[in-house]
């Protein structure tokens, strides 16, 4: 490490040695292009990926001091280094399963690791973004690098066309969603500088200090960020685009989309939020109030009518932001810890249910239809008992992690008294019940329908086993997680004004 | 109100809850033929220890015994807490022995035979812990993780419309534990900001001294967890769908285990954090126990079908629980609680019989039986007595509760006894048609019916073994009511006083 460092640090940049990570990933990303430009050695090219990766993980945790770096333009602190953690560590049990799937559908390219890392990379900035401009780079990175992802489903196998004509229009729709999401971002930022003049979340926070010192101009900044940010974590009424792109895309690239993605841009809007507008939390509180409310009665309604369980998990993914930045209406530490808290959960119980799907779609004549799962409990009882019991994480029963989310969530909400979003959640909740509930009533009460034979990786085998064993756990001993929760949420919190 | 605890020196209650889990995960691995022998053995083992426990109990004074207590999630004042009063120890034997009873009876279970069993084992720690658990956010998990067993014990093992009854059940009691949750955490907080405690232990709970129109909220929201789960009228159409499409041992714990949970609650939770609500609301629970006494003994006296009959009882009879529970004076309170043990033996008999009905005919419509009590005497014997001690002939179980909650309701209402009085006789109506019309009308029935029940077997040694402890408890309660009296009267007294002191 220390050749590194020195070199590094005689590129002559101040503290540059916290960059570690990033430039791992970035260097990890260019090997793995030239890799599969030069041998298309698949093998190599998984193992070179994880292994970058988890020198990376390893970099993060050997950052003991967070700091500011490049001039004010990027801050390295416990909260960007608790999320990069745990956004290469995702990206690592999705990058193991996209192998065999590939390969399976015969869409396998070089591209998708390298366009992985550098989706990773953006979104490794967009956390620890201390300034709108490295904030927009960030998320322009992640969310160009990811249209490209969904696209790529360029099978030669004659029966998945639909796929591919599928993941095309899935792609363009986000392209021009999300572009259109940018624009607004862009704008915001336009207006949040003619304001106050900065682009730094610090320095806007010193100038919003109240309900005064709010001019249109920094209000309609404000409006139009909160928008393009809730564009970004697909909630309603800007989730268009979830449900086509998430269906369309492969399912590696689907979890990693719904997982580390969404993550990323729950914690850049916490970031946003506290840091740069700490002292006007009433205004935004109530927007991602009404959002969060919009969001779980959409999500759930929609995600009851679905027959194909893909599409049921991208609506599922949409009331769980509702969930997640339901904390958001409770500006306070304890939301803050809910909202981090709820997000380092989701991890666990998103990729499980996702990976189930990756695994399973690799048989033949498996759609992802509700009555493909019938009977399932017979035919492979351990797959159904780890779906078992993510649905019932995702629906929040204890003792599964999913209830412990709820959990904080409503201790936030009612400690703000903010009843009326709990009550809102409640009933969702219960609505929700209805189709998770399904799947697994067709797994466990139903008999087969269609005589599929599976087979599955020990890769995925061991990354649901272990999922399920993390949600299984945390249900029951979330000491650890709620810890690190709040400790973040309150240097957050103590770092307003800095 | 201050506590007075008595530690374990054994952690009993721990051990029960968690042997069922281990057995559990044991049987994962281990093959088939090892569920029936691992289960009873278990069952038995815990059945034991909670029987050692009720004679060892002391009731002389009202304190918290077998009592234990770890730090679990610190950040919100969380802790592992368990221990038992009288109602809590009662209802944890009811528990263990509707369980033993059932893995007994589950002898003949044909398909999915490991499934079952370790669906029925967690059921089981889960029941346990509900009612020896003194920490919220832990009695809450208890309360919900039921439901995972429960749905797949309805839904996979039961009869044709199981799925759509399964999940009924699974998000009414759902929908209704998240506003119980909401109460609570609303209780929690409310804590936190005026006592800048942080504690979700009943013990703390309970001394939060609220505003009169916030208790009139947090009950209503707790209130709804638990009327959906006893179930009282409006809100038990979830459960004779439940009852009707579980399998007989399913049937068995819904009625004897899950239904006790919301008297349960309302007894351990809403009156004593609650007086002043409580007694706002007695009106309001009075009418609701005496429609759903009266209503559902209607209804049972229409139905057909033989589960259904002895479900809609079922609501009945939790309306005298209701009744006693709100009559809010220590005579309804010990009979709530002598009902509510009573009501899960005769209750889990009565499921016990119908089950061997269709398991020997073949159906549960009335007009397909009749006639059997000839050919197999023993079981008609006891399908009478357990019929009888439902009825609430004195001398046997259910007599002693019912009189004694009507007693209670009389002295604050007599207009409310009268009515629930009158609908004791239809409840004697509906179940002796329901004896007459499955056990005797021999001249009414055709000889293809008198042929076949002749080939029919009477109680194996299984059953036999199920039903007996029923029976003779049944006899022991109504026979010797005075020694479970004592056992609760404190317990009653304790959970009155807030409501009598005030």
């Known amino acids: 490490m220390s050749i590194i460092e020195q070199l590094v640090t005689g590129l002559g940049v101040p503290n540059f040695a916290v960059l570690i990570p990033e430039i791992i990933v970035l260097i990890t990303a260019f090997i793995v292009f030239f890799i599969e430009l030069f041998t298309k050695n698949r093998a190599l090219i998984t193992a070179t990926t994880i292994a970058g990766l988890l020198l990376a993980l390893l970099s993060v945790f050997s950052i003991s001091q967070g700091d500011i770096t490049l001039y004010g333009l990027y801050i390295v602190d416990s909260f960007s280094l608790l999320f990069k953690a745990f956004l290469i560590l995702s990206t690592i049990f999705i990058i193991a399963t996209y192998r065999p799937y590939f390969e399976k559908k015969e869409i396998y390219f070089g591209e ?21 401009v490295t904030f927009y780079i960030g998320l322009e990175l992640m969310s160009i690098t990811i249209y490209i992802l969904i696209g790529m489903y360029r099978t030669k196998r004659k029966d998945l066309f639909d796929y591919d004509y599928k993941s095309k229009e899935g792609a363009f729709k986000y392209l021009i969603i999300g572009g259109v999401g940018t624009a607004i971002i862009s ?31 920094l209000l309609a900044g404000i409006v139009l960020l909160i928008i393009g940010l809730a564009l970004k974590a697909s909630a309603v009424p800007f989730h268009h685009w979830t449900p086509d792109a998430y269906e369309a895309a492969p399912t590696p690239i689907t979890t990693f989309m719904a997982v580390t993605a969404k993550v990323a841009t729950y914690a850049i809007i916490l970031r946003v939020m506290v840091e740069a507008l700490p002292y006007v939390s009433e205004d935004w509180s109530f927007a991602w109030a009404l959002l969060a409310a919009a969001s779980m009665i959409v999500g759930n309604f929609i995600a009851l009518r679905q027959k194909n369980v893909k599409r049921m998990l991208a609506y599922s993914s949409i009331a769980h932001t509702g969930y997640i930045t339901a904390a958001l209406a409770a500006p306070t530490g304890m939301g803050f810890a809910a909202f981090i808290f709820y997000s380092l959960i989701y991890i666990f119980m998103a990729i499980g249910a996702l990976v189930f799907l990756t695994a399973f779609e690799k048989n033949e004549g498996w759609t992802n239809h509700i009555d493909d799962f019938k009977g399932l409990a017979k035919q492979s009882p351990l797959m159904a008992l780890l779906m078992l019991v993510f649905m019932f994480s995702l629906l929040g029963i204890p003792p599964t992690v999913g209830f412990m989310g709820k959990l904080g969530v409503f201790l936030a909400l009612i400690g703000s008294e903010v009843w009326w979003l709990a009550v809102v959640l409640v ?33 995925e085998r061991a990354i649901l086993i272990l999922m399920a064993i993390i949600v299984l756990i945390l249900g029951i001993y979330p000491t650890l997680f709620w810890n690190v929760s709040t400790t973040m949420s309150s240097i957050l919190i103590a770092s307003i004004g800095r | 109100m201050t506590f007075q605890f008595e530690p374990a020196n054994i952690p009993w209650l721990t051990i029960s809850i968690l042997l069922p889990l281990i057995a559990a995960g044991i049987l994962f691995f281990l093959n088939e033929r090892f569920a029936k022998p691992i289960s009873i053995i278990v069952s038995a083992i815990v059945f034991v220890i909670s029987t050692w426990m009720l004679f060892a109990y002391d009731f002389s004074e009202y304190k918290i015994q077998f009592y234990e207590k770890y730090t679990w999630i610190p950040q919100f004042g969380v802790s592992y807490e368990v221990g038992v009063d009288a109602l809590s120890l009662t209802m944890y034997w009811l528990t263990a022995l509707s369980f033993l009873i059932s893995f007994i009876w589950s002898t003949n279970i044909k398909k999915r035979v490991k499934e079952y069993f370790i669906a029925f084992l967690v059921l089981e720690a889960a029941c346990i812990g509900v009612f020896v658990a003194w920490d919220l956010v832990f009695f809450y998990i208890f309360w919900e993780a039921m439901l995972i067993p429960m749905f797949l014990i309805i839904g996979v093992w039961g009869y044709a419309e199981r799925i759509y009854a399964a999940t009924k059940f699974f998000i009414y009691t759902f929908f209704g534990s998240l506003f119980l949750l909401l109460g609570v955490i609303g209780l929690y907080v409310y804590q936190y900001f005026h006592y800048g405690k942080l504690s979700t232990s009943y013990f703390d709970l309970i001394n939060v001294g609220l505003p ?15 009327a959906i789960k006893v179930p009282m009228w409006p809100f038990h159409t979830w459960l004779p769908a439940a009852h009707v499409q579980a399998p007989t041992a399913g049937s068995v714990i819904l009625a004897a285990v899950l239904l006790k949970m ?47 009959v002895i479900a809609y009882s079922s609501v009945s009879h939790m309306g005298f629980v209701t009744l006693g529970t709100f009559a809010l004076n220590v005579e309804g309170m010990n009979g709530a609680i002598i009902t509510m043990i009573s009501h899960g033996l005769t209750s889990a008999a009565l499921f016990l019989a119908a089950g061997w009905i269709y398991e020997r005919a073949h159906s549960y419509e009335m007009r397909d039986l009749g006639g059997m009590a000839r050919f197999v005497p023993v079981f008609a014997t006891f399908f009478m007595i357990s019929a009888m001690a439902s009825v609430g002939l004195p001398g046997l179980s259910g007599f002693v509760g019912e009189f004694l909650a009507l007693l209670g309701t009389f002295k604050v209402s007599i207009l409310f006894a009268v009515l629930a009085g009158i609908a004791l006789v239809v409840g004697a109506g509906y179940t002796l048609r329901l004896y007459h019309n499955t056990m005797f009308i021999e001249n009414e029935i055709d000889e293809n019916k008198k042929h076949k029940w002749s080939q029919i077997s009477d109680l194996k040694t299984s059953e036999f073994l199920s039903f007996l402890p029923l029976i003779i408890l049944m006899f022991v309660i109504g026979i010797y009511p005075k020694w479970w009296v004592d056992l609760i009267n404190n317990t009653s007294l304790a959970i009155l006083s807030k409501v009598l002191g005030g």
């Open chain 2, 262 to 308: 919301g008297t349960y609650g309302f007894v351990r939770f809403s009156v004593p954090w609650f007086p002043e609500a409580s007694k706002y609301f007695v009106p309001v629970m009075f009418t609701l126990g005496v429609i759903a006494i009266i209503y559902t003994a209607a209804m049972a006296l229409a139905q057909t079908h033989i589960k259904r």
């Open chain 1, 187 to 217: 704008y915001a930022i336009a207006l949040l500088y003619g304001a106050t003049g900065t682009f730094d979340f610090m320095e806007i926070a010193s100038l919003a200090t109240n309900e005064e010192s709010i001019n249109i101009g």
């Open chain 2, 212 to 226: 009169f129109n916030l208790e009139l909220i947090f009950f209503l929201l707790l209130a709804l967890g638990f």
């Open chain 1, 427 to 459: 009933i969702m909740s219960a609505i929700s019940a209805g189709y998770y509930l399904r799947v697994v009533s067709v797994m466990y009460m139903y008999e087969p329908v269609k005589k599929l034979s599976f087979s599955f990786t020990g890769a």
């Open chain 1, 112 to 132: 998708f690791y390298y366009l992985t890392l550098f989706a990773l990379l953006g979104m490794m900035i967009m956390v620890s973004s201390p300034n709108l």
